[in-house]
Nanobody, 116 residues
Framework: QVQLVESGGGLVQAGGSLRLSCAIS????????MAWYRQAPGKQRELVAT???????NYEDSVKGRFTISRDNVKNTVYLQMNSLKPEDTAVYYC??????????WGQGTQVTVSS
């Protein structure tokens, strides 16, 4: 079973930065795509950023220019660098990896809280 361990969440003031990490228990090259999602209280989980095996990236409109997704192939880790954080970025952030058509794995989530 693939295990994803997220870290890096916390409390930060508006305008600050955080970097989330997602350590993957298997070789990162075995996955088609890696992504970060988030879920705020009372809201549905939403896709924040993705990075594919071909290094193509995609971002949700509200984080474009502020967040950057990246990967370290040696450490089998995916990152989400979050700058210029806003209170509306407050959510639990989840790491996700996909392999093939049906294999889909999730981390346990890490809380990000942005104070105004």
């Amino acid at each position: 079973q693939v295990q994803l361990v997220e870290s890096g969440g916390g409390l930060v003031q508006a305008g600050g930065s955080l970097r989330l990490s997602c350590a993957i228990s298997e070789n990162i090259f075995s996955f088609n795509a890696m992504a970060w999602y988030r879920q705020a209280p009372g809201k549905q989980r939403e896709l924040v950023a993705t990075i594919t095996s071909a290094y193509r990236t995609n971002y949700e409109d509200s984080v474009k220019g502020r967040f950057t997704i990246s990967r370290d192939n040696v450490k089998n880790t995916v990152y989400l660098q979050m700058n210029s954080l806003k209170p509306e970025d407050t959510a639990v952030y989840y790491c996700n990896v996909k392999r093939g058509q049906i294999q889909d794995y999730w981390g346990q989530g890490t809380q990000v809280t942005v104070s105004s």
